[in-house]
Each structure stands twice: as C-alpha cells, then as structure tokens.
C-alpha cells in the first residue's frame, strides 16, 4: 500500500515525463477553445548590435591617385609647349595673310601701271584730226635720219626725215614747173587724212625735176585719190599716180656712224673694175 501510494503520488509527473521523452503528442484542444501561442524551443536571440559611423577609405586608384611632383612638371611643361605651338601658328598664319595681302596689292598696282603706261603709249601712238583718229607714225614727221644707197654710194638723206615713216604715199608725175608745193597740197587737201605733198627740186640749183609727192594717213583715202585723181589736171598738164616705192629704194634706217654723220654725208665705196681690164 505504501508503494502504491508513492507511485500514485509521482504518477502523473513521471507519466508525463516519460512520454514527452518518448515524443507522444500532447492532446488536443477542445473545440472551440483558443489558441495558445507555443514558445519557440532552441532559437536563441542575438544581441542588438552597435554599428558606429565611420568613413570608409578606398583604394587609391590611377585617376584618384595624386601625382608626383615630376609628373606635374612634365604635364605643365607639355601644356605650355601645345600654347607655344599654337602661337607660332597663329602667328605664322597672320604673317602669311599679310604676305598674300601685300603681293595682290602690289600685283594690281603693278597691273594698274602697265595699264597707264599702254593707255599713255596709245595715247602718244595716235593723233587726232578732225575728229578722226590715226596713228602718229602714218600722220606725223617721223624725225628719223634714213640712209639712201644708190649706185654703190651711200648717204643720209634728211629730207626723209620730215615725212611719217608708214604713211601711204603716192608718186605724182608728169608736174610741169608751174607746179608748186603749194598747187600739188590743194589738189589733194579735200582728203580727210591728208598729210604734206612736195614736189622735188634739186638740192643745188632747186630746179623742177618734174614729180612730187603726196602723203596720206588712211589706206581707204589713198584708194580713192589713186582711183579719182589719175589722170586730172593739176597746173597745165594730167598728172600719173602710182604707189611710192620710196622703202623698196636701198632705203632703211641710219644707225651707228651714218647716223651720227647726220645728212648730206655720203660715203663712196671702191667699185670693183676687174670687169673693164680688157
């Protein structure tokens, strides 16, 4: 009885025990009632933690990395020397526009002045007359010594001299002595471009040789006198045009010593005569 006791006293702690050990699942709840919230066996909470602010240093990297004094020295010395470089290019491109600049200014007044001088040269080339124009060498004394070579003799004439060296001129003939320089220019003067007519003379005795000379400054004014004056009266007698041919006769310009010489100066070749000794 008295074990019986012990064990009725003990029995229902024990049993419990002994079946929790064992696993045995508790009993169910009745319906109805509620819920009873079951401690969590075997999870153990951690303490809170403390995090304290602190700047965070990161590696040096190249971009971030400071650079050394050297390596400063050299970037500024290449940062220098790039200005230097644009400056002289600069510089040497604002010297090539002004050396452009200086020689088109100095072409135009180049140009300029060859214009001046060929508008003065043609201004001094022609000559003016009754509103018509013609060249100075066809309507002006030339001026010029001619030499004359004739029969192996040759002399200055300077009776060329007063008439233009390209005129066009015309050979007057069959003039009787009552002809004078005055008679032959009124015969021909209702030309426009009329210049001078003489008649020739000898040089000693100043007798008539019985022709002249008339000098016209355009070509179409001489093919009109030649065609309207063959043949008319001029004194007592019809006159006989033709073209002077006064180039074609041993005629050019004096030069050199014949020149010098001045007129009326001649100088006689040795004539060879091997052909006589018979």
Not at 181 to 190: G, K, Q
Not at 205 to 217: E, M, P, Q
Not at 226 to 248: A, D, T, V, Y
Request: aromatic share 6%.
């Amino acid at each position: 009885q008295a074990a019986g006791a012990a064990a009725a006293a003990a029995g229902p702690s024990a049993g419990i025990g002994k079946e929790g050990q064992a696993g045995a699942s508790p009993p169910p709840a009745p319906a109805g009632a509620p819920k009873r919230a079951l401690p969590q066996v075997g999870v153990l909470s951690a303490p809170p933690q403390v995090v304290r602010s602190a700047t965070i240093r990161k590696a040096p990297t190249k971009a971030t990395a400071r650079p050394t004094a050297p390596a400063t020295a050299a970037a500024k010395a290449v940062v220098v020397d790039r200005d230097l470089a644009r400056q002289r290019a600069a510089r040497a491109a604002a010297v090539g526009a002004n050396i452009a600049s200086a020689q088109q200014k100095q072409q135009e007044a180049e140009l300029e002045r060859k214009k001046r001088e060929a508008e003065a040269a043609a201004a001094a080339k022609v000559v003016e007359r009754d509103g018509q124009t013609y060249k100075r060498d066809r309507a002006e004394a030339s001026g010029k010594l001619f030499v004359r070579e004739i029969g192996g003799e040759k002399w200055v004439d300077p009776t060329l001299s007063e008439w233009p060296e390209n005129d066009f001129r015309i050979f007057v003939g069959d003039l009787g002595s009552e002809v004078t320089d005055e008679v032959l220019s009124a015969a021909f003067s209702h030309y426009q471009s009329f210049n001078k007519a003489k008649v020739v003379r000898e040089n000693r005795t100043k007798k008539h040789r019985g022709f002249g000379f008339v000098s016209l400054a355009d070509g179409a004014d001489f093919a009109r006198a030649m065609r309207e004056m063959q043949g008319r009266h001029i004194g007592n007698r019809p006159c006989k045009l033709k073209k002077s041919e006064w180039k074609q006769r041993g005629t050019h310009v004096a030069r050199g010593a014949l020149a010098a010489q001045g007129g009326g100066v001649r100088k006689k070749f040795k004539k060879n005569k091997k052909h006589l000794n018979f």
